[in-house]
């Protein structure tokens, strides 16, 4: 019985480490079409001035455009890679392009960031 219950609390933790691991991409309708939403529903933003992978959002732009945040041992699958931060944190990118929600989102579809900035933040699509 004892190894019984030890076997199971291994799998279940098996389980819970690469579910938190994998970030998955879910897909809503907004008012401006289809967009990548967070696992509550927000939007999520892609910014013109990242390249090669690399946020070039950090300090107060990260404060207004919170990063989509990976665990320590996220592993990329498909077209989810992570990118890694100034601050050495990890964060998801789609295609390479990091991913980040915005301060005034107050509520699932908002849209509120895409085309801010002369245009530099966009909506993530699929």
């Known amino acids: 019985m004892t190894k019984s219950f030890a076997a199971l609390a291994a799998l279940t933790l098996m389980l819970a480490s690469s579910a938190a691991s994998a970030q998955m991409l879910k897909t809503a309708d907004t008012a401006k079409g289809k967009t990548f939403v967070d696992a509550k529903g927000m939007t999520l933003y892609t910014f013109d001035k990242d390249a090669g992978g690399k946020s070039m959002c950090n300090g107060p732009c990260a404060e207004n455009w ?56 966009h909506m993530a699509k699929p």
């Open 66 to 121: 919170p990063p989509l945040f990976a665990v320590d041992d996220a592993k990329p699958s498909a077209d989810m890679t992570i990118a890694v931060r100034d601050d050495g944190k990890k964060m998801w990118a789609y295609k390479g392009k990091p991913l980040y929600t915005f301060k005034k989102d107050t509520a699932a579809g908002d849209t509120n960031g895409d085309g801010f900035l002369n245009g530099a933040w």
